[in-house]
């Protein structure tokens, strides 16, 4: 279906100022350790292969730190009062790898880095605020990175015994589990690009290892929880799906092919293992034919084995989803073999609707209709059971308080969400926006600001003050349906 036939579809069966929330729809907001957390070197906290690349020059726009960031390592209790006005059901946060075991192994917990979080969950739960919390979102320790990261091949039963630690401390106050935090970014971004860390930029390859070794990873600690812990816990836990809406340009059978392409690449080789079994079929055979005319013995994209299949597969108790765009998507003729690279290997153009406003962020545009036609899309490919949205937001620039382009973006996509759950029964059950508080926007440093609450990074108190989309975004869950 086109970009402008959906719009109109939508557009039809809305009547949004008459539709509620159901009660049990849980709100919330949405951040991540390294972005807010500060306290880089505090407390036995062991350095992360974030803390190494911020501090190499060249890396960030405005050579920033995530050093103190947003300091809620000293400051959560002010962010946590902040989330009990806002009237939020449930926030999601992450658990920084190095700061409770510094360098990444059991041989050596940091106990402070344990109470930091038993702290912010206490009183999070004091407030009536659920926890969702996300085990990994990139700060892999240091010494981890130096064994080869999410290269190495041993990295699934590294992370499995960080997993394992985890759900020992805090799984009694959990229910709610992502394992990692948009393995697409982590891959295509930090081992296959360097705009991440750790900055490898290995595109014919590095991209397909690294998805590898973060889907067994995953299934790892899918696999201990579901052992170990879910029969006293009770919890449910999953990965995290990093996906825009995916238009064919024109209705012709080779867009749609391209499209779905697109999508494959893009976000089934990391979740198709998940919720189907293996990689998708379109991936596996575009690079073993584009790996063998390159010359190579194998395919670039490592084989799972059917052991290894049958242990991924149906590691999901639900589906958490990141998207905050759409793109469209055209066929494009074969690039000639030469090197190898994804892009390549996927063989299709994307563009953007000029008619979509756009955001500080160069990716990041808006096109609200977008998002009921993407949750339609992945009921109908995973059938997940249940979704939480577990991040969608906007881009300015500093400074901005009265961010009318944010609340413009948020009240399109919440209608858009709106509908999906009313008329097309689609079960989402939760939404924590992106993100709470301006933050370190990793390579771009603080030169874009994604919080509905600005902080003033000059301070040395990080001052938090409401911008109009926070005033709104509380009205918003005060009345349970779309305001003013």
Same mark, same amino acid.
């Given at each position: ?130 926890? &969702? ?33 985890? *759900? ?17 970014? &982590? ?36 696999? &201990? ?78 084989? *799972? ?180």
């Amino acid at each position: 279906m086109s970009a402008i036939v959906f719009l109109i579809v939508s557009l039809a069966t809305s009547a949004v100022a008459e539709k509620y929330f159901p009660d049990e729809f849980k709100f919330g907001a949405a951040t991540a350790s390294y972005q807010i957390e500060g306290g880089w070197d505090e407390d036995g906290k062991g350095l992360s292969m974030w803390d190494n690349f911020a501090h190499e020059p060249g890396h960030i726009a405005d050579n920033s730190t995530g050093d103190i960031a947003c300091d809620s390592y000293h400051k959560y209790r002010e962010d946590v009062a902040i989330l009990k006005d806002l009237g939020v059901d449930i926030y999601r946060f992450s658990i920084a790898w190095p700061r409770i075991m510094p360098n990444g192994t059991p041989n050596e917990i940091n106990q402070a880095g344990i109470d930091y979080y038993l702290n912010l969950i206490a009183e999070l739960l004091l407030h009536d605020i659920e926890p &969702i919390v996300t085990i990994y979102h990139w700060d892999l320790p240091q010494h981890l990175e130096d064994l080869g990261g999410w290269l190495n091949p041993q990295i699934a039963d590294y992370f499995g015994d960080y997993a394992r630690v985890v *759900f020992e401390h805090f799984g009694p106050y959990v229910k709610y589990w992502i394992t990692l935090n948009e393995p697409l970014a &982590i891959c295509s971004m930090g081992y296959g690009g360097d705009s991440l860390a750790p900055g490898k930029s290995l595109v014919g390859d590095g991209i397909y290892q690294c998805a590898y070794n973060t889907i067994k990873a995953h299934a790892k600690a899918y696999r &201990i929880y579901e052992k170990e812990f879910k029969p006293e816990q009770g919890g449910k836990v999953t990965s995290n799906i990093h996906s825009p809406t995916f238009y064919s340009k024109t209705d012709s059978t080779e867009d749609i092919e391209a499209r779905e392409r697109a999508f494959e690449f893009t976000v089934g080789l990391y979740a198709h293992a998940i919720y189907r079994g293996n990689w998708p079929q379109i991936v596996i055979d575009r690079v073993a034919n584009r790996s063998k005319l390159e010359g190579y013995s194998f395919s670039r994209l490592p084989q *799972f084995t059917q052991e290894e299949i049958d242990y991924i597969n149906g590691t999901f108790d639900y589906l958490t989803l990141n998207s905050y765009f759409s793109t469209i998507v055209e066929h494009t003729e074969e690039a000639p073999i030469g090197t190898p690279s994804i892009s390549s290997d996927q063989s299709t153009l994307s563009s953007f609707d000029p008619s979509w406003p756009t955001s500080a962020s160069s990716w990041l545009v808006s096109d609200p209709p977008g998002i009921r036609y993407l949750l339609n899309y992945l009921q109908d490919k995973y059938n997940p059971g249940e979704i939480i949205i577990t991040e969608n937001g906007w881009s300015t620039v500093p400074g901005i308080l009265n961010d009318e382009g944010r609340l413009s973006y948020l009240k399109g996509y919440l209608s858009n969400i709106l509908d999906a759950v009313v008329e097309d029964g689609i079960n989402v059950t939760g939404y924590t926006l992106w993100s709470l508080l301006d933050n370190f926007e990793w390579s771009q440093g603080y030169t874009q600001r994604f919080g509905i609450v600005d902080v003033d990074f000059e301070s040395p108190n990080r001052t938090r003050t409401y911008k109009s989309s926070a005033e709104w975004y509380k009205r918003l869950i005060a009345a349970r349906q779309i305001v003013d």
